[in-house]
Each structure stands twice: as structure tokens, then as C-alpha cells.
């Protein structure tokens, strides 16, 4: 076990400290514990405390706090908002000048349909990628393009990849956008943390309604991902009594620290991943006092944009991923305001 290096805490002792301090923050301020009430069916605030933790280098060594989205990926967030609202709108990549493009990956996605390479493989150097980061917003932008495109590189029929934040929310989709922000059916990810190695008792403490023992569950979670564990996981075998099985729900994943984000992330493969395999949600649309419909003229125009700007301005303070993605959902929703 990695040690803290000022006082020899190992990681998941020092993580529990951080969330039981994160947690009684929480609990003193009602609001600020209702806008952070994030898991379906849990009354724990788990994740917003898990992006409030200090950020981890590659050497498992903490050192730095942060409690906010790095600013030189604001503009990645604002745009990837944009983004969403288009889903798959895709045209040719644009490289801006001076975006250096990235290599081309050893195992690409038409190597594993056509057999000549494993799912396990593309994954494994999908992840190598992501670890590596992107060192401007113009080239994050333009990877982001890249492997979206059909026939490219990182995607070819149902080989792609896809994107979890650690509370089985989709980040990235790269097959579908439209999915990008929803939630995954919990036996899903149960099935894919289990396969990674994290413990069915652990998997059952992080719905638990004790912040305390969510808070070590979760210190868990995350020391477990950090290992950057990999596996193939099937959740379309039935398990008596929880579930009759998940047509479709099969692929491989891995974990990976994102040297972009600080915290890791799980990436799939070979999951064709659809509607019937997330979960329905009430999103918080704010209250807005114009709407898409009301846009008649510049006028009206401008006072939507501004009033979508500071939605999303205010969703995104507290530097939660999880929160973000609610926004891109809102943001894409065609009968939303």
C-alpha cells in the first residue's frame, strides 16, 4: 500500500479523512447538501467529495488540491457543451494551425473487427492515450474529433470506446454523444467494477445512507482504480434475484489516471453500448426566463445566450464532472427549454 508521504497515512486512510471533512461541510449547509445529492436512490454525497480530494501524479503521490476544473479547460467544457447540443453532427476533422496531431495509436479499432488484433489491446492503448492528455485545448478539441469519426482510427462498427466518471456516469461516447452524460444501469457498472476487482461489499457500501462507511467504500473505489486494474466484464448473464441478465452488456475495461482531470476514469470497449442500458433521471433545467422557443429576434437571442451561460456557469462551480454532465443532457434535451 502507497504511503501519504508528509505523515505515512496509506491512501485510503488519508481519502477517508478528506471525506469525512468533505461530508461534514456538506451536512452543515442544506442547500449546498441538496444541490449535491447526486446518486439516484443514495442520500450520501460521495462524488461531490470525491472531485473535491487532492489531485494524484502517476507515482500515486499526492501533490496538489484542487477544487476545480483546470482553467485552461474551461474553454474545452464551454465547447464540449456546444457540442453535445449538435450530437452527431460530424463533419471532416478540423485541425487548427499550429495543433500537432496525434500519433496514430499501435492497435487501432479496424484491426479488432477484422480479427488481427484483441478488444483487450485497443483498449489497453486507448487508455495509454487518454493517460497522456492533451497538452492545448485546440488539440484536446481536435482528439476529441478524431476518434468520433467512423472508419478512423478509434472507431469502426461496434468497436469503440466509452467513458465512465467513477459513479457510472458516461463522459464520452464516442459512438452515440446523445448518451454522453447519462447514467449507467448499476447492475452494468456493478458487473464492470467487479470485473476490475472492486469487492461486492464495497459495491454495496457506496449506496449505504452512512456518509461514514460511504466515504471508506469510496476511499476503496478509488485506491482500487488507481491501480489501473483491467478486465473483460458480462453483465448479460442472469444472477438470480437482481437481474435477468443485460442484452448486450459484455466488453472490456480498463481504469486510468487522466493526467488532464487528476482523478481516474474507466474506459470501455467493445460495449455497444444504447438506450436500454442507462438509466432514466430528472434533470435540473434551471428556471430559466426565456427559452429556445421564446428566440425570436437578436434581442431575445442575446438574453438566451446569457441566461444559458450562467447556467452552465453555475453548474460548473463546483468543479464536478458528474454536474457537468447533467448539464450536457439539458443542454441537448429537444423538448427542454
Given at each position: 500500500?502507497?504511503?501519504?508521504?508528509?505523515?505515512?497515512?496509506?491512501?485510503?486512510d488519508?481519502?477517508?479523512s478528506k471525506?469525512?471533512?468533505?461530508?461534514?461541510?456538506?451536512?452543515?449547509?442544506?442547500i449546498y447538501?441538496k444541490?449535491?445529492h447526486l446518486?439516484?436512490?443514495?442520500?450520501?454525497?460521495?462524488?461531490s467529495?470525491?472531485?473535491?480530494?487532492?489531485?494524484i501524479?502517476?507515482?500515486r503521490?499526492?501533490?496538489?488540491?484542487?477544487?476545480t476544473?483546470?482553467?485552461?479547460?474551461i474553454?474545452?467544457?464551454?465547447?464540449?457543451?456546444?457540442?453535445?447540443?449538435?450530437?452527431?453532427?460530424?463533419?471532416?476533422?478540423?485541425?487548427?494551425?499550429?495543433?500537432?496531431?496525434?500519433?496514430?495509436?499501435?492497435?487501432?479499432?479496424?484491426q479488432?473487427e477484422?480479427?488481427?488484433?484483441?478488444?483487450?489491446?485497443?483498449v489497453?492503448?486507448a487508455?495509454?492515450?487518454?493517460k497522456q492528455g492533451?497538452?492545448?485545448?485546440?488539440?484536446?478539441?481536435?482528439?476529441?474529433?478524431?476518434?468520433?469519426?467512423?472508419?478512423g482510427?478509434?472507431?469502426?462498427?461496434?468497436?469503440y470506446?466509452?467513458?465512465?466518471?467513477?459513479?457510472g456516469?458516461?463522459?464520452v461516447?464516442?459512438?452515440?454523444m446523445?448518451?454522453?452524460g447519462?447514467l449507467?444501469n448499476?447492475?452494468?457498472?456493478?458487473?464492470?467494477l467487479?470485473?476490475?476487482?472492486?469487492?461486492?461489499t464495497?459495491l454495496?457500501?457506496l449506496?449505504s445512507?452512512?456518509p461514514?462507511?460511504v466515504?471508506e467504500a469510496?476511499?476503496?473505489?478509488?485506491?482500487t482504480?488507481?491501480?489501473?486494474?483491467?478486465?473483460?466484464?458480462d453483465?448479460?448473464?442472469?444472477?438470480?434475484?437482481?437481474?435477468?441478465?443485460i442484452?448486450?452488456?459484455?466488453?472490456?475495461?480498463?481504469?486510468?489516471?487522466?493526467?488532464?482531470?487528476?482523478?481516474?476514469f474507466?474506459?470501455?470497449?467493445g460495449?455497444?453500448l444504447n438506450?436500454?442500458?442507462?438509466?432514466?433521471?430528472?434533470i435540473?433545467?434551471?428556471d430559466?426566463?426565456?427559452?429556445?422557443r421564446?428566440?425570436?429576434?437578436r434581442?431575445s437571442?442575446?438574453?438566451?445566450v446569457?441566461q444559458?451561460?450562467e447556467?452552465?456557469?453555475?453548474?460548473?462551480?463546483g468543479?464536478?464532472?458528474s454536474?457537468?454532465?447533467?448539464?450536457?443532457i439539458?443542454?441537448r434535451?429537444?423538448?427542454?427549454?
Open positions: 500500500m502507497k504511503q501519504h508521504r508528509n505523515n505515512g497515512q496509506t491512501y485510503v488519508y481519502v477517508s471525506f469525512h471533512k468533505c461530508f461534514a461541510n456538506i451536512k452543515s449547509n442544506e447538501a444541490k449535491f446518486l439516484t436512490g443514495a442520500s450520501s454525497y460521495y462524488y467529495c470525491a472531485y473535491s480530494l487532492p489531485s501524479s502517476k507515482g503521490t499526492i501533490v496538489k488540491k484542487t477544487r476544473l483546470p482553467p485552461y479547460l474553454p474545452i467544457v464551454g465547447l464540449l457543451v456546444l457540442a453535445g447540443v449538435f450530437s452527431n453532427a460530424l463533419a471532416d476533422c478540423v485541425r487548427l494551425p499550429g495543433t500537432t496531431p496525434p500519433a496514430a495509436p499501435s492497435v487501432t479499432a479496424q479488432v477484422d480479427g488481427s488484433a484483441t478488444l483487450k489491446d485497443f489497453l492503448t487508455a495509454d492515450q487518454f492533451s497538452p492545448t485545448p485546440e488539440e484536446a478539441l481536435y482528439f476529441g474529433c478524431l476518434i468520433r469519426q467512423e472508419g482510427h478509434w472507431r469502426s462498427g461496434s468497436t470506446f466509452v467513458q465512465l466518471l467513477i459513479d456516469r458516461i463522459f461516447h464516442t459512438a452515440d446523445a448518451l454522453s447519462r449507467l448499476p447492475i452494468i457498472y456493478g458487473s464492470i467487479s470485473a476490475l476487482g472492486v469487492p461486492l464495497v454495496a457500501d449506496s445512507p452512512d461514514a462507511t466515504a469510496t476511499a476503496t473505489l478509488i485506491n482504480l488507481l491501480q489501473e486494474p483491467d478486465a473483460a466484464f453483465a448479460t448473464t442472469p444472477i438470480p434475484g437482481l437481474s435477468p441478465g442484452p448486450g452488456a459484455s466488453g472490456y475495461a480498463t481504469a486510468y489516471l487522466s493526467s488532464n482531470f487528476g482523478v481516474p474507466i474506459l470501455l470497449g460495449f455497444d438506450e436500454t442500458h442507462v438509466v432514466e433521471e430528472d435540473d433545467y434551471g430559466p426566463t426565456i427559452t429556445a421564446d428566440v425570436v429576434d434581442e437571442l442575446k438574453d438566451f446569457i444559458a451561460q447556467f452552465v456557469i453555475e453548474g460548473l462551480k468543479g464536478d464532472l454536474a457537468f454532465s447533467k448539464l450536457r439539458a443542454g434535451d429537444p423538448n427542454g427549454p
